[in-house]
């Protein structure tokens, strides 16, 4: 269901999530480090069984959703294959979303990753030996399909096509962009420059500029460009340097990767 590079100071690891439990690779896919099954009930529930939102976190461990709202807490070691499953965060009542993890320097206080899920509800957390739960904001009914975390800024994207951004210190909404006409089915954030990009079922992909005011310290985000992929559902949208000069988009039923 998912694929992504986790970057730590000591190794870069492949991690694939599916319906049967998460895989870790070497980063060129060659070797396969730890294999982690899920629990599968005897009796056949009413919903599918996954796992879904990975992050890297803390320098040494990798965060990874599942369908049963728990947060699988990896402990990667520098070298080898060791990997531990070091804890179990259950906060979320719903199926994980996303995970992500701050790419930024964090303000004080502000956490370095959150957890989305299927009913809205964001979970803001810093990790370490144990991660510790430093607020809740509840869902609203709708899910939350993507999130970003940049400089205590945290990016949401909605099934209503609206983007939302809050403070990962105090939990707080500072910004709503209805952003998109359909469900947003991806956001990705340029570490270096604050750009979010964000693709959704409307065809569209969006850039958008996020900052702080120096003198009141509210969040502001800008507008920069707006891309539509003719009569494609975009379904994954990715920069492609940490500046977000460029970006790739692809779609449902489209067997392309567009690069602009």
Known sequence: SQAAWCELPSRVLLVLTSQRGVQMYEAD???MVFWHALDVPELPAAHSVFA???AAAGGRFICVGTSFGAVL???VPPKGTNV????VLEQHRDPITDIAAEQGQAPDGAGDLVTADDSGTLCLWSSGEEFTLLGKIPGSGCT???VALWKGIVAAG???GQIRLWEAG???IRAQVSAHARWIYALDLAPLTGKLLSGAEDSFVHVWKLSRNPDTDDIEVQH????CVTDTQVCGARFCDPAGDTFAVTGYDLSEILCY
């Open 52 to 54: 879904r939102g990975i």
């Open 29 to 31: 896919g060659s070797t």
């Open 144 to 146: 939350c399909s993507s």
């Open 224 to 227: 920069c460009h707006a891309e």
């Open 84 to 87: 531990t499953l070091s804890e």
């Open 158 to 160: 909605y099934g209503n």
């Open 73 to 75: 807490v990896f402990d």
């Open 170 to 172: 105090s939990g707080r």
